[in-house]
Every structure is written in C-alpha cells, then in structure tokens.
C-alpha cells in the first residue's frame, strides 16, 4: 500500500517539467522552448498504476534552492515544505534535460542530498539522441543513488514507468545516496561533470547545424535583421490571410440577423439579439481569423527555440533603456495579454528591473488590441500594396506595434532613471536547443487561444455590450428626437465628449470608452451598436460598422483613436493584477496615470497635426 499522496515536479527551467504535469495529469498548462515559463506552483491530479491517486505539483524552473527570483522563491518554499497550508511533497520528481546533463544534475544534486524519496525523469532522451548523446540510465541511477527513468514528455513516452517508480518510491535505500549529500555548489559541479561522463555512452557532433543556425540568427546585425523581417511578414499575413475567413464570419452574422429579424416579432428582445449580439459582440468575433493568425506564429516562435533568440538578440537594445533581455519575455507575453505578461515578470530577480517591466507591459499590443486597430484599418486605409506584396494595411498594423513597441522603450528609459532607478542587471539565459514545434502542441495551444478570445466575447464583452445597448435604448425617444440623444447613455457621452473634443474624439467615441474599460474589444462592439441604435430604419442598420465610421468620422478622427489605444490602459483586469504583483495600489495608479496622460497626448498630437496637414 503506497502512502504516496503528494509529488512535486522539479528541476531546472526549460527541463520538460510542465510537459511531463501536463502528459500526467491532462492539464494544460503552457508549455514553451524557453526557461521561466512557469513561474507559479500549480497542481493537479494523477493516478498512479495501483489507482491510488496523487497530487502532482509542478514548480517553477530554479538553478538552485537559494533563490533569485520570486518564481524560484515559490520552488524553494514548496521543496522545503515552508508554503502555507502545504506538507512537503512525499516524493520528488526530479526532471532533468538528457542534451544538458551536467548543468541539470548540479541542482538535482542538491535536491537528492536533502534525503528525501526522490525519482528522476531523465527528459528530453529523444533530443538528446537527436543530438547523438546515448545515456545509460543505470549507471546515472548508481552514481546518484535514486531510480533514474527515460521520458519524452511530449511524445508521452516512458510515463508508465515513471508513474510505476513513483509508487515504488516510498522504499528507498537512502544508504546509497550519501556521495551526494551536503555538497558545496563547486563540488556538486565537479561531480556533476563527473557523473554526467559517466553515463554518457556516446556523443556525436550532430550540434553542428544548429551552431551554423546560431551563427545566422544571433549574428550581431543579421540577426536583429532576421527579427524585424520575421515581423514584418506576421503582420503582412495577419491582414492578407485573414480576409477570406472574416468574409465567412460576416456572412454568417449577417444571416443570422437576417433570419431573427424575418423569424421574430418586433420588439425589445428582437433589438436585443440584433443589435446587442449579433451587431455589437459580432464586430469583435469577426477578428478571430486575425487572432488566430497571430498566435500561430508566435507559438511556432515559442515552440522552435527562436524566442530565446529573439530575446538574445533584444538585450543588447533593451540595455540601452537600462533593462535586460530577461525582461524580453514577459514583455513578449504582453502581446498575447499584459496579464500573462505581468505574471511572468516573477522570474526577474532584480526588483526594478521588475517593476518597470510591470508598468511598461500594458504598452505592448495586446490582442484585445488586434479588433481595434483592424476595424479602423480596415475603414481608414486602403487595402492598397505599397511595393511588391507589401499591403498598406499590414504595414500600418506594424506601425502600430512598433509604436507600441518604442512607446515602451521610452517609457522605462525615463522610469530607470526616475522612479525605478538602478544598474541594469546583467542577462544570462541558456539557449534552448532547435527543434520542429509539435504541430499537436501548436494545434492546442491556437485552440486555447481562439476559445479565450470567444469565452471573452461570450462573457465579458457580451455584459458590458449588452448594459450599453440598455443604457442607449431608455429613455425612448419623442417622435422625431435621435433614439441616442433621448437616452442614458446619450447623456453621459455628452459630458464626457467636453474632456475628449480637443483630441478630436466625437460623441460616440467618448461613450465606447467607458465600457471598453472592461475589455478593450468593447471599443468595437459599443461603437456597432451605438451605431445600430442610431439607425432609423432596417436598411441603415444593415449597413454595418466599416461604413458607418467611414461616413461618420474624419481621417483625423480616425487616426487620433488608433493613437489613444496605442497607449490607454483600458483594462481593469490588467490594473488588478498589477496590483497584486507590486501589493499596493501606487504602482498601478502611477501606471493608469502616466498610460491615460501619454494616450491623451500623442491622440491630440495626432489629431492636430494630421488636421494641419489637411488629411
Ligand atoms: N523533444 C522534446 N521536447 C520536450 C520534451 N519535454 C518538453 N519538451 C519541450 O521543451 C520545452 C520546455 O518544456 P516545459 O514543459 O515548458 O519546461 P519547464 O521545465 O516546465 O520549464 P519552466 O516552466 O520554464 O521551468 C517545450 O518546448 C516542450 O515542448 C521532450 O521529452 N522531448
Ligand atoms: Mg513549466
């Protein structure tokens, strides 16, 4: 009868550990080629062969139980059972990188020598022999003194017997392991280097293509070449290859508003569905072939092992603006979400270097961005091509990325050197190896992003639509009075369009921004149904968003709201968990303040030079 009720998965980043949780238990946590992707204790539940069942716990990526940064602070504190309401874990899963033995067994080491039950999962065997390494698991199991087991997380090799030493476990001899307790870190190195000899069998040079790979893509100026290009042809595909499928979507919408309005009685719940739903959470809905698009690349990025290049290559650029690469990735995960991103910043270890990292993530374009920037696009530039398959509009859409992009640089620029000032620290990361992203991976984690982006329009973006819509149709107006102007909601735009005129916002305008507070996509789906109610009569409510802003705004307008959402931080979620991560609220008041200053700013810059110049 195992006693075994909880196991923690630990190790070095980037060892496959949230690959084996996930392939054991079937969570679906994120997973990527580079270290620090977990930065959170997250458990689940899997059963070993007998049918007992076992908390699996998979930890944050650490070097060592001195932490560095707050993600390995939470390993520590869960291996050394010092986290609150939580026993230390009964046994120990090792995960260590086969291709990169020696540097794993230096932690794995120290994690063996505290006696407790331990396991190791020898990961990652397919790329190590991809790479020409054969490692005896038997005689790493005796150098070490605990059962050694070869996995491949992501093909779910070897978890049968990983989960049969699991329930094993509970019986070590621990006599065997005495060689390696109570080490000093230079001597664990040492006998890391030593053991890892040991139970290599073979070693070939297949590192070569990788290292001539490396040579192009972290060349010193070839490399950052590489990148922008690369970026280039994701925004080019995000307008070019997304039309045909927004075409179905419309189409869809459109039929469906067509079909409730010939099968349903006129009145309130009928407005309700056409305007509200259909109209106002279908403009957002619309963009998921632009969102899914987006994502593939940067999964196929994450997968492959280019980020931690791009982040290589970044830190040269992020170091003239007194950050480090390290920052690289959380800011790069801000382009999903800035939550995410916020979360991720817990693998910085200088506390500055962090904070500066939180208050500049919400300038890097979210995807809640994507619906925003392509409905003005959409209805402001011409889908023209300005050179040989160069669209206008992609390039615009980079425009706005890239604004997004030095807009942040700027920003903490001046951070370092008032507020979070101090020595930008230096960056280490170890590069994960190439390989070909699993296309079942990619395949989930695009379905996972899709479902986000529709669970938000479902819920959140649907709410604060569907309040709008309310707060629009009541009062109802006088015969001959604007349905808009006679209600609530009218009546609050007024007031507020006093503070946005100056930046050429109009009324309706002013009014989306309220409720696109909640979500920045609201932005969309308040203006279609602003627009809806408006519409005297069925044909003009057909008529739909795009040509609707077309008539109704000028190009100034136009371009002045792309430059607000540049910068505005129209997110409550964000600024609730910037709350959480910096534990107060002043950093999240100096982050909305100084975001809705530079948005107000560069839109009126925007609008009054594009005025002058009579566009
Ligand atoms: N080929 C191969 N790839 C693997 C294997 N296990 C994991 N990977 C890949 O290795 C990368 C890292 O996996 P993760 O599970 O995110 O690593 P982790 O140990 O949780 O990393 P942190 O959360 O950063 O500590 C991902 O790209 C996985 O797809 C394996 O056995 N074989
Ligand atoms: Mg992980």
Known sequence: MSTLRTAALVGNPNAGKSALFNALTGARQKIANYPGVTVERKSGRMVLPSGEPVELVDLPGSYSLDPSSPDEEVTRRVVMGEFEGEATPDLFVIVVDAANLEQHLVFAQELIGLGKSTIIALNMVDLAE???????????????????????????????????????????????????????????????RNIAKGAIITESAAHQLHAKLDKVLLHPWLGPVILFGLLFVIFQAVFAWADPFIGLIEGGIEAAIGFVEATMAEG?????????????????????PQIVILFAFILAMEQSGYMARAAFIMDRLMAYVGLSGRSFIPLLSSFACAIPGIMATRSIADPKDRLTTILIAPLMTCSARLPVYAVIIGAFIPATTVGPGIGLQGLVLFGLYLFGIVGAMLAALVLRRTVTKGEASGFIMEMPRYQWPPLRDLAIGLWQRAWVFLRRAGTIIFMATVVLWLLLSFPKAEPGESQVDASFAGQIADGLHVVMEPIGFNREISLALVPAMAAREVAVSALATTYAVDADDEDAQAEGLIPRLQAGWSLPTALAFLAWFVFAPQCLSTIAVARRETNGWKWPLVMVGYLFGLAYIFAGITYWTATALGL
């Open 130 to 192: 991809r790479d020409g390494l054969v490692i005896d698991p038997a005689a790493l199991s005796d150098a070490l003194g605990v059962p050694v087991v070869p996995t491949v997380a992501v093909r779910k090799r070897g978890l049968e017997p990983l989960a049969e030493a699991m329930e094993g476990a509970g019986s070590q001899d621990m006599s065997a392991r005495h060689q390696v307790a109570r080490l000093t870190l230079p001597e664990r190195r040492l006998s890391a």
């Open 268 to 288: 309130f719940v009928r407005d309700l569905i056409t305007q509200g739903l259909l109209t106002g959470v279908g403009s957002v809905v619309v963009f998921l």
